[in-house]
T-cell receptor, first 114, second 112 residues
Framework: QQQVKQSPQSLIVQKGGISIINCAYENTAFDYFPWYQQFPGKGPALLIAIRPDVSEKKEGRFTISFNKSAKQFSLHIMDSQPGDSATYFCAASIGNFGNEKLTFGTGTRLTIIP | GAGVSQSPSNKVTEKGKDVELRCDPISGHTALYWYRQSLGQGLEFLIYFQGNSAPDKSGLPSDRFSAERTGGSVSTLTIQRTQQEDSAVYLC??????????FGSGTRLTVV
């Protein structure tokens, strides 16, 4: 049972544009929602995370928007740069200490073109 | 160490052979996880160790897969009688409360 659905599968954005990746979850017990960034040949790295008591979290050019009633959350990358080209994974867990079992989405391959 | 270390980085094995994949977590991290990433797929949970608690093995796909964590540190994932569908990148991660996962670079397993 896929509990976290991620879209789109791939995304091409022009440099300077806004990249938006969406995720939807089914399990209302989830209470921690991180995003991971993965470059080829490397393991995923934690980018930003949100807990459901807030609707938005911003760190630099990266923002998570969270809609608890719709059971959806999204990653926005402002002023996208070629160095942002990577695969992005959303995830969710029950328990919000960051050290519980994560359920991952299927990933979005982001390409930023000049 | 500075990060999570996995070995080998690449492993090619013949169908039917057993393989062992090793993970050295960050010192002091209480939780350790194994995930599998197939080409173009997301990360599939395999097993999770948390301190001295019994491991969560709910993601292991068959009884050919097993893992242990010795002394609360190093972990070994063993796949017996490998099959071609076992070909994937096996990722290990460790974590401390409040800090999220730190992943290793993975072991790319190819079963021929």
């Amino acid at each position: 049972q896929q509990q976290v659905k991620q879209s789109p599968q791939s995304l091409i954005v022009q440099k300077g544009g806004i990249s938006i990746i969406n995720c939807a979850y089914e399990n209302t017990a989830f209470d921690y929602f991180p995003w991971y960034q993965q470059f080829p040949g490397k393991g995923p790295a934690l980018l930003i995370a949100i807990r459901p008591d807030v609707s938005e979290k911003k760190e630099g050019r990266f923002t998570i928007s969270f809609n608890k009633s719709a059971k959806q959350f999204s990653l926005h990358i402002m002023d996208s740069q070629p160095g942002d080209s990577a695969t992005y994974f959303c995830a969710a867990s029950i328990g919000n200490f960051g050290n519980e079992k994560l359920t991952f989405g299927t990933g979005t391959r982001l390409t930023i073109i000049p | 160490g500075a990060g999570v270390s996995q070995s080998p980085s690449n492993k090619v094995t013949e169908k039917g052979k057993d393989v062992e994949l090793r993970c050295d977590p960050i010192s002091g991290h209480t939780a350790l996880y194994w995930y599998r990433q197939s080409l173009g797929q997301g990360l599939e949970f395999l097993i999770y160790f948390q301190g001295n608690s019994a491991p969560d093995k709910s993601g292991l796909p068959s009884d050919r897969f097993s893992a242990e964590r010795t002394g609360g540190s190093v972990s070994t994932l063993t796949i017996q009688r490998t099959q071609q569908e076992d070909s994937a990148v096996y990722l290990c991660a460790s974590s401390l409360p409040g800090y999220g996962y730190t992943f290793g670079s993975g072991t790319r397993l190819t079963v021929v």
